[in-house]
């Protein structure tokens, strides 16, 4: 079993580069899976290596069989984690398998489907304008850290029932488990009490602070994220006495010590889900589709001309940006992929930024093509782990291509976009822009 050559599509420095597709596409073409070693990274020690599953039809194939590729047997993500940390994270919807992931599921499903979703859209499209036009007078603009990353924060903080003062607490919190192995995320700290909630003040309290050397606790580690479940309490708190329509208010009513449909465990642990991953693939997602159009200014111009165009080039941008990079299962009987034998107990780790430019799925998978149908991506997962907020997702893409084209004839770079140093999510940090408009207002 050789591959130590592969270990460069697992590196974080690799991905601060950008996505390495020529090198995927190289495995891909080799074959449906590719061993691959995982060297030490920072102060992470070396891995045990893991099968890379890089063709679309095998990637589905994995999601779609829990049954022979575990969430819950080795969690999701590809370092491993200490057992006594396993043991907490099982608890998280993500790290779970059918039937207890089924069950979760089915509580939070009804707060994420297009009829809810529609009722929220008149305001994330009000949101999206308010933050394109406070900016469109400036010289220059970091579109990933002054626009992008407000929307999913303020759509979240309405559809989890957080007070919308203490929405950049979210933002720290994303940072700091996103960032994990980038030294500007991790020790964030970017949430200003000033106007927050008390019991935003009471989780700023127990924010654990980083080590001699500068490292925040490991944020898969409850104490590592202290402050996210000081808040998660309070707000399950405030919530069954002032429930609203949104989310977390319905699953406060259901969580409890003792018999109820959600311990109230599950509860912090889909509070820390969704106020994590719910914010940070949309926060990527759209600074890497303005760079895309900003790198296609011809789409740019065709979707200023035509906004018929837009709902499929949202399938395209998420194909062509693919904001998570990979995800990992566990195999628990011995199968195999693509020909290749795998064993019970071997890692297993799809990658989406693959299977997404597979040429036996798309046709010129390297180009940008706005009319691209069928568009069968897998950004948002396959299976039964399909991302429950996923129409959410596109109602802000949606929202913020058109508030941009609206009001720009083109956007420029000002300067290198900056990307986050993750193998995980593909995230652009710092994205400098120049708008252009010949429109007088």
């Known amino acids: 079993m050789s591959g130590a050559r592969n270990a460069d599509i697992i590196s974080p420095d690799t991905y601060v580069e950008g996505v390495p597709?020529?090198?995927?596409?190289?495995?891909?073409?080799?074959?449906?899976?590719?061993?691959?070693?995982?060297?030490?990274?920072?102060?992470?020690?070396?891995?045990?290596?893991?099968?890379?599953?890089?063709?679309?039809?095998?990637?589905?194939?994995?999601?779609?069989?829990?049954?022979?590729?575990?969430?819950?047997?080795?969690?999701?993500?590809?370092?491993?984690?200490?057992?006594?940390?396993?043991?907490?994270?099982?608890?998280?919807?993500?790290?779970?398998?059918?039937?207890?992931?089924?069950r979760l599921r089915s509580l939070v499903t009804k707060a994420f489907t297009p009829r809810a979703v529609a009722r929220l859209e008149e305001r994330i499209t009000a949101r999206a304008r308010h933050l394109v036009a406070a900016t469109a007078d400036r010289p220059e603009v970091d579109f990933a850290r002054e626009v992008a990353a407000d929307l999913p924060l303020a759509t979240l903080a309405e559809v989890l029932g957080v007070p919308e003062s203490d929405r950049w607490l979210m933002f720290d919190w994303s940072n700091r488990v996103i960032g994990l192995l980038d030294a500007e995320y991790t020790a964030s700290d970017t949430f200003d009490p000033e106007g927050a909630t008390p019991m935003a003040r009471r989780a700023m309290a127990a924010r654990p602070q980083p080590d001699a050397n500068g490292r925040m606790p490991d944020s898969r580690r409850p104490d590592g994220m202290a402050d996210l479940y000081v808040y998660a309490r309070e707000l399950a708190a405030y919530r069954r006495t002032e429930p609203g329509e949104d989310v977390m208010?319905?699953?406060?009513?259901?969580?409890?010590?003792?018999?109820?449909?959600?311990?109230?465990?599950?509860?912090?642990?889909?509070?820390?889900?969704?106020?994590?991953?719910?914010?940070?693939?949309?926060?990527?997602?759209?600074?890497?589709?303005?760079?895309?159009?900003?790198?296609?200014?011809?789409?740019?111009?065709?979707?200023?001309?035509?906004?018929?165009?837009?709902p499929a080039a949202v399938e395209e941008l998420l194909r062509w940006w693919t904001p998570v990079i990979q995800f990992r299962r566990t195999a628990v009987q011995d199968t195999e992929l693509g020909g290749t034998p795998i064993r019970a107990g071997d890692k297993v780790v799809v990658f989406f930024s693959s299977a997404n430019r597979d040429e036996r799925v798309f046709t010129d998978p390297d180009t940008f093509d706005l009319g691209r149908s069928p568009n069968p991506h897998l950004s948002f997962g396959h299976g039964p782990h399909f991302c429950v907020a996923a129409y959410l997702a596109r109602v802000q893409l949606r929202a913020m291509i058109e508030a941009v084209l609206d009001r720009f004839t083109a956007v420029e770079l000002a300067g290198p976009p900056v990307r986050l140093r993750s193998n995980f999510q593909n995230g652009i940090k710092h994205l400098p822009v120049r708008w252009r408009s010949d429109v007088v207002r």
Do not use: C
């Open 21 to 102: 597709l020529k090198r995927l596409a190289e495995l891909r073409a080799a074959g449906a899976v590719a061993w691959v070693d995982e060297p030490p990274v920072d102060h992470w020690p070396a891995g045990t290596g893991f099968w890379a599953v890089l063709r679309h039809a095998e990637v589905e194939h994995v999601l779609r069989h829990p049954h022979l590729f575990s969430s819950s047997a080795g969690l999701t993500q590809v370092y491993d984690a200490p057992e006594p940390v396993r043991v907490a994270l099982r608890r998280m919807m993500i790290n779970m398998d059918p039937p207890e992931h089924s």
């Open 249 to 310: 208010s319905l699953l406060a009513q259901q969580a409890d010590a003792d018999g109820g449909r959600l311990t109230v465990d599950e509860f912090e642990q889909l509070f820390w889900l969704f106020s994590v991953a719910g914010n940070e693939t949309v926060r990527n997602a759209l600074p890497g589709a303005l760079l895309t159009l900003i790198e296609h200014p011809q789409a740019y111009a065709r979707l200023r001309a035509d906004r018929s165009l837009v």
